[in-house]
Every structure is written in C-alpha cells, then in structure tokens.
C-alpha cells in the first residue's frame, strides 16, 4: 500500500498500513524555515503570493514524514471580497476595519466569485500539487460561517462573543442573510479549490464551541450543512472542523463531512460513540502536550492512538493547531511513534 | 411553604412551589448601586471591608426577588496567605506579582490558616446573615483548585494554560503538592465560612474546561474530591460549578457536589442525564441571552424550564456570571417568569 492511499483511505474508512498524520498550523511560526521567511514578508504577503504560500505549504513535507499538506492560507482572506478589510496588528491578530453590526451591513455584504477574488490561493494550491510527492494529498480550506462570522462582527478574535450573540439572537433575519451570503460564498470557494488540486477539504469553525447546542442547531447547523451539501456531488473527503463542541458533537455530524475533527476534551473513543463509528475522525491531541518533555508526550499520543483502538478511520491530528513554542523535535519523534504504532 | 425552604430544598430535591432562582455575579458592574460604591473604593477595598462587602452582597437582595445571596468576594482572596501578592490592574483582570513557575515556588507557599487570614469574608458572612431575610439563604464560595491554580501559575487570566499545563504534565510533584496546598487551605476556607453563616457552598472550578477528561481525572479530581470528602460532616448543600465540562460532566460529580453547576453548552436535560436525575442542578443559560431583547431571553429561559421538566432538584442560575452591560430590567423580568412558570 502505498502512502498516498493511507491518508486518503482512512478519510473512506478503509484499512491502512499505519495511522495516517497531518497537524493543524504544521506550517507556522515554530518552524525556522517559516520565521525566516517572515522576517521578510507580513502573514498577508506569504498568503497572497502563491509561490511562496506554496513554499510555506511545502516546509513541513520536506522537512517531516507527514501524511497531508493543509494549503497556506487564512480563514480570513474571503473578507475583503464580501467587502470587508482586515491588517494583522503586530501581536494582537486581525483587526477588521469597519465590523458587521446591523441588518443594513449585512446587505452591504457581496456575494463575490472566489476564482476572481481568491485566485491566488487557487494558484498557490496549483503549485504544491505540483511539487507533492504523489504519496501526500493535499488539503484545501475555508472558515466555516460562524466562525467567520464572529471574526466579521466583533472586528478580530473575542472571548465572550457579546457582539456575535446580540445579533444572532436579536436580529434572526440579519443573522441567516449573514450565514447564507458566507455559506455561499464558501461552497463556491471550496470547490474552486477541489478544481484547483485540493483533494480534500476541511471547513473550520474554530469558534463554534461558544454557542450550546441548541443554537448551533437553529442559529448555525444549516449554514454549515448547505455547504457540505452543495459539495456533495464532489468524491472527496471532507473534514469539519470544532473545537468546544463535545457537547453536540452529534449535531456537528448532522451538518456534514466525513470525516468529524474533535479536541482533546473528551477522551477519542467516546467522541467516536457520539459521533457515530461510521464515520471518520481526526484530532484529539491537546497543542500544550505538544511543548512537554517526550515521555509525557509520547504518553498522550498513545492514549489517543489506543483509544481509536485500530478502528478504520483515525487520522492522527491536534484539537487545535501548534503553537508558536512548539519543538520541531517534538514534532518529529510524534510522527515516527505514530506511523510505528501497531494496535493490539 | 415559605421562600427559604424554597431553595434549600430544591439544593437538597425536595417539592417546591416554584423554580428558586439566583445568578452568578448578581451583585456587580450592571448595577448601578455598585457602580456608586466602585467610584469610592477598589474591587479589593469592598472585599477587605466587611461592611462594604456585606453592603453589596445585599444590593441584588434588596432590589430583587431572589432565593439567594452569595457573598462578594473573590476567589483570588487567598493568593496572599499561601504567599503570592496580586493586584487588579485597570482593565486587565488579576496580575500576581510573582507566578508559580517551578517546583521550588511550589514548596514556598505556605498552608494557612483562613480564620485568621481571611477573617474579613467571615465577617462579612456574618453581618450578611444578619440581614438577610429568613427566606433568602446565604452561599459562601472559593475558587478551585485547578482554576486557582492556573491564576497562580499563569499570573493573571490565560486563554491557552500553557505554563499551566506544562507544570502539570512535566512536573507532576509539584502540580500535586500545589493542588493538595490548595485543596488544604479551600477545604478549611469552605468550613469557616459554613461556621461563620454560610447555608451552601459553591466551588468555582471555572477554567477547568480547558483540559479534557483524561487530564481532569488524573490531575484535578482528586483534589477537588479532598475538599468536598473534608466537607462530609457538614450537611449543607455543596455547588459544584465548571464551564466547557460538557465531555465530563459525570466527572465533576465523582469529585464531589449536591449540586452540579453546568453551562449553556449542552441542553439541560441531556447534561442532567449525564450527571444523573439523583443530583440537583443549576446554571444553563447564557449570559448573552440576558443582554438582549425580552422575547429572545423569555424563549431561552422557558427553553430552559421546559428541559427541566419539573424535575426535582433544579436551581437556575446562568451558565457563568453576568455581563457588565447586562440590563437590570432583563434580569427583574427574568425572575417573574421563572417564579411564575409551571411545568406542564
């Protein structure tokens, strides 16, 4: 079997030779090769220039044994297609210039075509396809609508969410023209990148564990859904991606993908029940015991792996993405004790 | 019935007329009482001055129909006695001069007596029971070890608890002999306070979302299990609260509580299920449902009451504390309806 089909196949489920391995952010500020290459160039410059995005993308390939390149990209670059500016401050993540806080913003918004706005991640995707070797896919993404959402209403990242809430639950209508111009903005995304070498894709909607289930349920889960399913005549793998969700893990299943991403606030195995065994997973592993001593580390990367007990459809990954102190050599040693790991 | 068996009673799953209700932070910044004496005196000089703390304890007593009062007071007031000075810088949340960072800082905090060193919250309970009518009872409170533990050690609010977490797994001595230093003082604490007037008792575990069940097991439950096993004696109800627990909610309640205290991310009756109908429960709706309009927050709060399903043992409360901004009117409306509901 060759290693191309490893990761694609525990994506389907099938039988692998090893558990397959890719980790969120495996492209970032941990690694000496990407901080070179930010000392010359902002986040947004490496993004909007497809040779180097692909660059980027490729570092952790050349460097580790892993399973899947993620395209280098941010969840916020469709913004300013809708309408909407954003900079990174220095040390203080994204700042958007002018938030959505009323119906009349909302209508403002454009449904814009992402091959003209976004063709340099297209670009960029076209590139790494071509310099993968042919035994690591290669992962296309976007920002699911709620998260986008929170980014585009409370101007960058928040902890409460005050903003994001006020006008889901008090302006409803506003709130589902919001999720349905992202959505369909985001589907068209999506498949342009599938068109231009992605051969899976993964929706992240990092902040939706801010919200209980039942308003996932009403507020978020059909947003979601009409992506997943406006891609549903695409034969590809598709991840969906949360963090703080055990509580409605079930639903998140509900709005599509096939294969579920979870964190590491539930033990693997009892996430997999809620989900349902039918489906793939990924993730799991905390980021922080990723900055630990190896014993320790090694230690939580087998209760994971044990916990999926060799059952088809594990895909070795973080709950989140690494963090900037993460140790390259502890990165290395995770995917040799991964690709080793035989289950009993 | 009169109102003081009205929450003691539903603490302990006994008939009541109706819902007994109270919230966290429901003396604070949204109200202007509070606001007035803020312009006088630091959030540490009310603590400090028995009177004063008393005075606000009782502000939400007197303006609204609660079935409880829960003295004010932090849950960094005993950082000083195990050693570590703290501050609140303007706007910034707690900063502890100087964080625990190693075994060695471990090892230097001393155990302490609380009847000495925290003698003002008793006081404070005293003067408060004093007052209060007969029907309101008095909830005294200290923070967890866990989430004590990650002020102490991070220095101030975190959002990752990467030093926090690193200590815990790469330095498991230490991380024991903090929590069991912790446990120590916030089990004799807890007894003071019952001693000095408090009727129930809350423990504030509220950043222990951040680690999943593996980790709470193995690290945190113990310890909190000390002080509600040293607290056996005492037949009074005991609130366990945590937020983002949702993965381990029947964790929390191995490690102790009458009371479980959950949040708004999994519907009641699934999260009450979970815990087990044989526990009492608070908490569920989200602090941002109370800043907006009042048919929004009536459909939360009945969405809440109908998931109760007239079940014994059911307390609301929010799922963390108030917002600033919250509207006193709103939290006036929501008492009359939760007063005023039947289940059907």
């Given at each position: 079997?060759?290693k191309?089909?490893?990761?694609?196949?525990a994506?389907?489920?099938?039988?692998?030779d090893?558990?397959?391995?890719w980790?969120?952010?495996?492209?970032?500020?941990y690694?000496?090769?990407?901080?070179?290459?930010?000392?010359?160039?902002?986040?947004?410059?490496?993004?909007?220039?497809p040779?180097?995005?692909?660059?980027?993308?490729?570092?952790?390939?050349n460097?580790?044994?892993?399973d899947?390149?993620?395209?280098?990209?941010?969840?916020?670059?469709?913004?300013?297609?809708?309408?909407?500016?954003?900079?990174?401050a220095?040390?203080?993540?994204?700042?958007?210039?002018?938030p959505?806080?009323?119906?009349?913003?909302?209508?403002r918004?454009?449904?814009?075509?992402?091959?003209?706005?976004?063709?340099?991640?297209?670009?960029a995707?076209g590139?790494v396809?071509?310099?993968?070797?042919k035994?690591?896919?290669?992962?296309?993404?976007?920002?699911?609508?709620?998260?986008?959402?929170s980014?585009m209403?409370?101007?960058?990242?928040?902890r409460?969410?005050v903003?994001?809430k006020?006008?889901?639950y008090?302006?409803?209508?506003?709130?589902?023209?919001?999720?349905?111009?992202i959505?369909?903005?985001?589907?068209?995304?999506?498949?342009?990148?599938?068109?231009?070498?992605?051969?899976?894709?993964?929706?992240?909607?990092s902040?939706?564990?801010?919200?209980?289930?039942?308003?996932y349920?009403?507020?978020?889960?059909?947003h979601?859904?009409?992506?997943?399913?406006?891609?549903?005549?695409?034969?590809?793998p598709?991840?969906?991606?949360g963090?703080?969700?055990?509580?409605?893990?079930?639903?998140?299943?509900?709005?599509?993908g096939?294969?579920?991403?979870?964190?590491?606030?539930?033990?693997?195995?009892?996430?997999w029940?809620?989900?349902?065994?039918?489906?793939?997973?990924?993730?799991?592993?905390?980021?922080?015991a990723?900055?630990?001593?190896?014993?320790?580390?090694?230690?939580?990367?087998?209760?994971?792996?044990?916990?999926?007990?060799?059952?088809?459809?594990?895909?070795?990954?973080?709950?989140?993405?690494?963090?900037?102190?993460?140790p390259?050599?502890?990165?290395?040693?995770?995917?040799?004790?991964i690709?080793g790991?035989?289950?009993?």
């Amino acid at each position: 079997m060759d290693k191309e089909s490893r990761f694609l196949r525990a994506c389907r489920r099938e039988s692998v030779d090893c558990t397959p391995v890719w980790f969120m952010r495996q492209a970032g500020r941990y690694m000496e090769e990407y901080r070179a290459l930010r000392k010359k160039y902002t986040l947004l410059e490496l993004c909007h220039a497809p040779e180097l995005a692909a660059e980027v993308t490729m570092q952790p390939i050349n460097r580790f044994d892993l399973d899947a390149a993620i395209i280098f990209a941010d969840i916020l670059l469709p913004l300013p297609g809708l309408g909407l500016e954003f900079e990174f401050a220095v040390g203080e993540g994204p700042r958007i210039h002018k938030p959505v806080r009323s119906a009349a913003d909302v209508e403002r918004l454009r449904v814009f075509e992402p091959r003209e706005e976004l063709g340099f991640v297209l670009e960029a995707l076209g590139i790494v396809r071509g310099q993968l070797p042919k035994s690591v896919a290669l992962i296309g993404f976007a920002g699911a609508p709620f998260t986008l959402a929170s980014y585009m209403i409370e101007g960058g990242y928040s902890r409460h969410f005050v903003l994001t809430k006020q006008l889901m639950y008090s302006e409803p209508q506003a709130w589902h023209l919001l999720m349905d111009k992202i959505a369909t903005v985001t589907g068209e995304y999506l498949r342009a990148q599938v068109e231009a070498g992605a051969q899976v894709v993964q929706l992240f909607d990092s902040w939706i564990g801010a919200l209980g289930a039942d308003d996932y349920r009403d507020y978020v889960l059909p947003h979601s859904k009409k992506i997943f399913d406006s891609l549903s005549d695409l034969d590809i793998p598709k991840i969906h991606f949360g963090t703080g969700t055990s509580g409605y893990l079930e639903l998140m299943r509900q709005a599509g993908g096939t294969v579920q991403s979870v964190d590491w606030r539930m033990p693997l195995d009892q996430a997999w029940e809620k989900i349902g065994f039918d489906s793939a997973i990924q993730g799991n592993l905390d980021p922080i015991a990723v900055l630990c001593d190896q014993d320790t580390l090694k230690r939580k990367v087998f209760e994971i792996l044990e916990n999926a007990g060799g059952r088809p459809g594990h895909i070795f990954n973080l709950g989140h993405g690494f963090l900037p102190q993460t140790p390259v050599e502890n990165v290395e040693a995770m995917i040799e004790w991964i690709h080793g790991y035989k289950a009993s």
